[in-house]
């Protein structure tokens, strides 16, 4: 069965790097892992998209095994304004099935 | 850039009644299209993917004479409801992929901002 995992909440401090694990255990073999942000009410935004080792942009880190049955997005200096549910989406189960984590509910203190 | 729309953001309506919601890719051409389905506090879930000229493919458990989708442009997509009943108040969020890579699954999804329906 095609999973798609996160933890499903992480608190942290303002100016902490903040890093949040997505298992997929059955991803499809050329298929890119991107992970986005959503805010209540908001539609889910583009965070950073991967497909082996580290990418980096303006905004996040994304690191991924070679194997690939996992991926982690690291937010380097998280402020207030990051709190946010994080998604990870992935093909799954030999690339048919289109696939939302769990979510990872990120809160962010003083 | 890669912006897209959708329209309403939010519509309440009473039971019985039938809801269209219209998902824009403003600045892109898209060729395929995803609709989701947020319950509160849960991930989304694929309903249906659509391409540009075809039948849309749905989702197991998703019933597609209920969600009607039509992808009649590169640019718009719509989903109608029809018969609404109070369980498909939720919120209804689409995506656009340009699909201009040649490897389609590589292609980012962009989201719309989501439309909130509610059924009396």
Known sequence: ?110 | GAVVSQHPSWVICKSGTSVKIECRSLDFQATTMFWYRQFPKQSLMLMATSNEGSKATYEQGVEKDKFLINHASLTLSTLTVTSAHPEDSSFYICSARAGNSGLANTDTQYFGPGTRLTVL
């Open chain 1, 1 to 110: 069965l095609a999973k798609t995992t996160q933890p499903i909440s992480m608190d942290s401090y303002e100016g902490q790097e903040v890093n949040i694990t997505c298992s997929h255990n059955n991803i499809a073999t050329n298929d890119y892992i991107t992970w986005y942000q959503q805010f209540p009410s908001q539609g889910p935004r583009f965070i950073i998209q991967g497909y082996k080792t580290k990418v980096t942009n303006e905004v996040a880190s994304l690191f991924i095994p070679a194997d690939r049955k996992s991926s982690t997005l690291s937010l380097p200096r998280v402020s207030l304004s990051d709190t946010a549910v994080y998604y990870c989406l992935a093909f799954t189960g030999g690339g048919n099935k289109l696939t939302f984590g769990t979510g990872t509910q990120l809160k962010v203190e003083l």
